[in-house]
């Protein structure tokens, strides 16, 4: 009780910034109490979690938290599945033949990876990684916007496509290394029973990109 704004802002900084041991919990509650609110911090790391997650949580919060402020407890509609039958999904399609085809396919597409990508940069990477980086928000204008989508259309392919094809173009103009290869997240919940599931439903899936010089953008 009695935390101040700069408290409570010290507490959730230090939160985020300290290390799960994943051996004891993957998940962290905390409640400040004030006088005019309280404020729930929920610290979970993303091994568990995904963007999907986070929003069915704090929609579940909601009616628990309605409902107990109307004093009528709310009782959450049992989950069609759980995170456990997903797991046993991917064990079943990696297992047998069906998944000694997919590791063939991606050890094939693999088998000549390119080196990492070389990139000038500002500073030295240090020898422990500290995600200690920046971003830098931009916005396309509606004309650019729909010029791409528009390119998109002319190659029967989709504005993603495009896109990904402008990055790897524009890290080879910085690298000048002709081959490629971003990570991309990509959803698994391609199931209707895993739309309201809590867990991490996201695969990394690596994208290769050989830049030609003589051959035109399409």
């Known amino acids: 009780p009695g935390h101040t704004d700069d408290s409570v802002e010290a507490a959730v900084r ?9 051996e004891e919990a993957a998940a962290a509650v ?9 404020i729930l911090v929920i610290n979970v790391h993303h091994i568990v979690f995904d963007a999907r997650s986070l929003q069915v949580m704090f929609e579940e919060l909601l009616v628990l938290y309605d409902g107990e402020s109307l004093g009528r407890p709310a009782a959450l509609p049992a989950p069609a599945a759980r995170y456990t039958d997903f797991v046993a999904w991917q064990t079943e399609l990696l297992s047998g033949e069906n998944g000694d085809t997919l590791w063939r396919y991606w050890e094939t597409v693999f088998a ?7 990139l000038a940069a500002a500073r030295p990477r240090p020898p ?6 920046a971003s830098i928000p931009f916005a396309l204008t509606p004309w650019l916007s729909a010029a791409l989508a528009d390119v998109a259309r002319q190659h ?3 504005l993603y496509t495009v ?11 910085f690298s000048g290394q002709p081959e490629i290869v971003i990570g991309t ?3 698994l919940r391609h199931r209707s ?8 439903f996201i695969n990394m899936l690596p994208i290769r990109g050989r830049i030609i010089e003589d051959e035109p953008f399409s």
């Open 30 to 38: 905390s409640l400040y109490r004030r006088e005019q609110e309280d």
């Open 112 to 118: 000549d990876a390119p080196p990492p990508l070389e």
């Open 14 to 22: 230090a939160g985020a910034q300290r290390a799960f041991v994943l």
């Open 128 to 133: 422990v990684l500290s995600s200690r980086g």
């Open 156 to 158: 029967q392919t989709t």
């Open 185 to 187: 997240p990509v959803s």
């Open 163 to 173: 896109l990904m094809a402008v990055m790897q173009m524009v890290l080879y103009k």
């Open 193 to 200: 029973e895993w739309s309201n599931v809590l867990g991490y």
